[in-house]
Nanobody, 124 residues
Framework: QVQLVESGGGLVQAGGSLRLSCSAS????????MGWFRHVPGKDREFVAA????????YYADSVKGRFAISRVNARNTVSLQMNSLKAEDTAVYYC?????????????????WGRGTQVTVSS
């Protein structure tokens, strides 16, 4: 069983920064592909960023390119999402997810495990 726990959410002013972290448990955690998704009530959960098991590949949603950066430290079973130049439209619950294929997948349905989410609120 894999458990994912997000942290680092909060309230920030537009233009500010936040760093989200996701801690993964499980012996094979370093082999998982990891992703970040976000959800706003009334909308579908959407892809934000993903990274392959070894960090060799990373993908971003167009809306966050150049502002967000995903990274991982396998020795710590941790994946982070650095969010800069935040906008009000980035407000959402952010979820960490893991896929057993180990790839940087942009597709929500390809992920096998999910965290409970952390709220990010950007005030304008």
């Amino acid at each position: 069983q894999v458990q994912l726990v997000e942290s680092g959410g909060g309230l920030v002013q537009a233009g500010g920064s936040l760093r989200l972290s996701c801690s993964a448990s499980g012996r094979a955690a370093i082999s998982y592909g990891m992703g970040w998704f976000r959800h706003v009530p009334g909308k579908d959960r959407e892809f934000v960023a993903a990274i392959s098991w070894n960090g060799g590949n990373a993908y971003y949603a167009d809306s966050v390119k150049g502002r967000f950066a995903i990274s991982r430290v396998n020795a710590r079973n941790t994946v982070s999402l650095q969010m800069n130049s935040l906008k009000a439209e980035d407000t959402a619950v952010y979820y960490c997810a893991a896929n057993l294929d180990g790839v940087a997948d942009t597709r929500l349905n390809e992920y096998d495990y999910w965290g409970r989410g952390t709220q990010v609120t950007v005030s304008s």
